[in-house]
């Protein structure tokens, strides 16, 4: 949880890396975080930390280093931000409406269960758990679900969108 020390902890751990194990001048450490902000600070404190072998760090956030690292090996993305993300999901939704489901419920959904649970076909999306999401959903109303999920997907394909999910996972994929 917040305020327990884990950043501290986090610099103290790279600096005894660099001091310690990986001491060679072509060493490298990489730190990482989920957010741009945090990294800055990060990288701001880890130099005044560790002065002598700040060049040997590299600090980023997580879907920076995955856009970085993808783009070393030749892969492209273009990201779709959220304000698009929001209007394509409207825009299925608008296509199925059997569904008594806000665009809240859907961004939700796929935010939380899909994405966050690597949910990638209909048959995994009924088995995946939904736990905390308040509003039990039927086998049947899953598959109408999925339906627009399915139209969400080609409408990001039809425009040769990726979500940063996706690109973290292709990441991992990859590695």
Request: glycine share 4%; aromatic share 10%; with cysteine.
């Amino acid at each position: 949880g917040a305020g327990t020390g884990k950043t501290v902890v986090l610099m103290h751990r790279a600096k005894h890396l660099l001091d310690r194990v990986f001491t060679a001048d072509t060493d490298r450490i990489l730190v990482t975080t989920f957010t741009r902000n945090l990294a800055l600070d990060l990288e701001a404190n880890l130099k005044t930390l560790c002065v002598r072998d700040a060049a040997r760090l590299e600090v980023i956030n997580l879907h920076g280093w995955a856009k970085k690292f993808m783009s070393s090996k030749g892969h492209s993305f273009n990201l779709v931000n959220e304000y698009h993300k929001e209007q394509l999901m409207q825009d299925s939704v608008n296509q199925d409406d059997s569904m008594d489901f806000d665009l809240a419920f859907y961004l939700e959904e796929w935010d939380h269960i899909v994405q966050s649970n690597d949910v990638e076909t209909r048959d995994a999306y009924f088995t995946v758990r939904r736990v905390g999401r308040g509003t039990p959903l039927s086998r049947k109303e899953r598959a109408k679900v999925w339906e627009v999920f399915e139209l969400y997907r080609e409408f990001l394909e039809d425009e040769h969108k990726t979500e940063w999910a996706d690109l973290i996972r292709e990441t991992r994929l990859y590695i």
